[in-house]
């Protein structure tokens, strides 16, 4: 079983950051890749910002040079810093794992932390 533990939302006002953090435990094998995505009311969910086996994080264009991604693999944990928010990143932000164990390879979600961007 794996569990997610995600944290780091809540309400900012526009311009300012945010750090949401992810950890992911139980039995796990091998992550192969992780990533946050975010789902707005009424919209899809899209990938926010993706690290997989390169190191070199990939961004969604809507917050390419504002947000920052880095992982810890020793602790199985990904951060995300968030800065210059603005009103249309508020959403449910969802952390993603690709978790490989003896058995299976899969995908994984956590229950996501909500982020709001407001005056």
């Known amino acids: 079983q794996v569990q997610f533990m995600e944290s780091g939302g809540g309400l900012v006002q526009p311009g300012g950051s945010l750090r949401l953090s992810c950890k992911v435990s139980g039995s796990i094998g091998r992550i192969h890749a992780m990533a946050w995505y975010r789902q707005a009311p009424g919209l899809e969910r899209e990938l926010v910002a993706y690290i997989g086996k390169n190191p070199t994080p990939i961004y969604s264009d809507s917050v390419k040079g504002r947000f920052i991604l880095s992982r810890d693999n020793a602790n199985n944990m990904l951060l995300l810093r968030m800065n210059s928010l603005k009103p249309e990143d508020t959403a449910v932000y969802l952390c993603?794992?690709?978790?490989?164990?003896?058995?299976?390879?899969?995908?994984?979600w956590g229950q996501g932390t909500q982020v709001t961007v407001s005056s």
């Open positions: 993603y794992a690709d978790i490989e164990d003896s058995l299976s390879r899969g995908d994984y």
